[in-house]
């Protein structure tokens, strides 16, 4: 419990820290990991990359949402599936909301395709932070298998590396938007851990009475 809200402080503190995106030390972060990232572009991995980034797309994951929210629904986990479509819908609407408020401008140089809409922070890191960690989360408590942890952790990672990459990200974005979906996360985990013990407890009292 207490390492849960120490993360969510740490991930509000970070967020505070690159939401000063104009700071100095914030503006040297994002031109020399920017610099750095565009120097491993080649023609091969340009491809891939440029694949790979539709891992992050609205369609694609309104697709997986909606099919894992259904198999929720199938098995009667009402609320998981409703906390998983909520793990979309409220960081979609949440990154929109802070981009608002803002309203910094994508990088304007080398970028490999044309993005609108404000840059910070980066609703694929964010969202895709959210939704993967939290679908990864509810599968594990079915299957628990290490890998789905990893695998759950490893794509919104490489999906943030993969919009500086292609040039439409600041560093600081994608690290801000990370920041926030995980906080998202700890706080949909939380609620389902919290509905389990309900559903334990009355379960337990059920027993007991037919007992």
């Excluded at 539709?54 to 994951?61: E, M, P, S």
């Excluded at 981009?99 to 404000?118: A, I, N, V």
């Excluded at 840059?119 to 079915?142: D, H, I, K, Q």
Aim: proline residues 2%.
């Amino acid at each position: 419990m207490k390492k849960s809200y120490l993360s969510m402080m740490v991930g509000i503190l970070l967020f505070t820290i690159f939401a000063f995106y104009e700071s100095t030390f914030v503006v040297s972060f994002d031109f020399n990991q920017r610099e750095w990232m565009l120097s491993l572009r080649t023609e091969s991995l340009k491809i891939i990359v440029l694949a790979f980034t539709h891992v992050g797309d609205a369609k694609v994951l309104a697709g997986l949402c909606l099919m894992g929210a259904i198999v929720h629904f199938i098995m009667k986990r009402w609320k998981n599936g409703l906390l998983l479509i909520g793990s979309i819908l409220v960081s979609y609407g949440l990154n929109l909301l802070v981009k608002s408020l803002f309203e910094r401008e994508r990088p304007l140089t080398d970028r490999l395709l044309e993005e609108d809409g404000y840059s910070f922070p980066s609703g694929n890191a964010m969202v895709g932070t959210s939704f993967y960690l939290f679908a990864a989360f509810l599968l594990y408590e079915r299957y628990p298998k290490r890998w789905i942890l990893v695998a759950g952790a490893i794509l919104p990672f490489l999906l943030g590396v993969n919009r500086v990459y292609i040039g439409v990200h600041y560093p600081s974005d994608i690290l801000a938007g990370f920041t926030l979906g995980i906080v998202l996360f700890i706080l949909l985990s939380k609620l389902t851990a919290k509905h389990a013990k309900q559903v334990e407890s009355v379960n337990r009292n059920n027993t007991n009475t037919a007992v």
